[in-house]
């Protein structure tokens, strides 16, 4: 755990994006508090085989345990161990398997670190209450290079709604997702390909230079990076004042407005969401 000055504490929100079917974003903390996962369950396209809250729940049940043991190993060794783990005992198969995108933020000694795996970011805030965000683009680029990204954004600007149309050029858009998962010059998720641990991104920050981390699925950061209602930093500051889950149900409520997709052209009406804020401060500094 971090060593004194410095004392922390975790809050977490989070909703299923549709009331008829459980969500699948899911938020471990450790023990001890001093590491948090956040992960996005991506299901199978058949239902018949296990889905993706169930492949968040046991990774990030199993990274949880792992992180909270000693010694401190590299995160993207324990997401690797992790990775394999879950699909060895479950016999997983490449391909066939439901995934998630993974974020891990770890305190450590005088240092705060970050693993990232897929399209749910973290946010740092500094001192000087600037953010400082940490991603992973390798998914985002290769959505936003098929046409039929921009093809179901034009149609619901223009009034079409999420109609059968827009499902299926979704359908069109995960298979060639489908084609480049897990390999070089694609992008890598947590699934049943290992390897795809080490390929994870990660950063890390000085904890003496930190106030508050994020880290958050897509269904949140869409929020800051697609409807434009927050910077990260106001999203901060609505954590702070709030508490994530009243953030969460903030964007969710911005939805509901939007119903058609056309202000903010989309590919669900809601996406899950799950929200991790870190609150970082001197030891003998107060409350928040």
Not at 250 to 259: G, I, L, P
Request: hydrophobic content about 40%; proline content about 7%; some cysteine.
């Amino acid at each position: 755990m971090p060593s004194a000055p410095f004392v922390f504490s975790v809050r977490t929100g989070g909703r299923a994006g549709q009331d008829d079917r459980p969500g699948e974003d899911r938020v471990f903390v450790t023990p001890t508090g001093d590491a948090v996962v956040v992960l996005d369950g991506v299901s199978t396209l058949s239902d018949e085989r296990p889905r993706g809250g169930w492949y968040a729940d046991t990774l990030g049940a199993l990274l949880a345990d792992r992180l909270a043991a000693g010694p401190p190993a590299e995160l993207t060794e324990v997401l690797y161990d992790a990775l394999a783990t879950v699909a060895r005992e479950h016999a997983l198969v490449p391909g066939e398997s439901p995934a998630a995108t993974v974020s891990i933020v770890r305190l450590r000694d005088r240092v705060v670190e970050a693993a990232v795996l897929g399209d749910s970011p973290v946010a740092v805030i500094g001192r000087d209450g600037a953010a400082r965000v940490f991603t992973d683009p390798r998914l985002a680029a290769l959505v936003e290079s098929r046409p039929q990204a921009a093809e179901y954004r034009r149609r619901l600007a223009g009034g079409s709604g999420f109609d059968e149309r827009h499902r299926e050029l979704l359908r069109e858009l995960r298979g060639a997702q489908m084609g480049w998962i897990n390999r070089p010059g694609g992008y890598w998720v947590a699934e049943a390909v290992p390897e795809a641990g080490r390929r994870a991104l990660t950063a890390s920050w000085p904890l003496a230079e930190v106030t508050q981390v994020l880290a958050a699925t897509d269904g949140v950061s869409a929020a800051v990076d697609d409807y434009r209602l927050y910077s990260w930093e106001e999203l901060a500051a609505a954590c702070r004042a709030d508490g994530p889950q009243a953030v969460v149900d903030a964007v969710h409520r911005a939805e509901q407005r939007d119903a058609d997709g056309r202000t903010w052209p989309r590919n669900k009406p809601h996406d899950d969401k799950a929200l991790a804020e870190i609150a970082v401060r001197p030891l003998g500094a107060g409350s928040r």
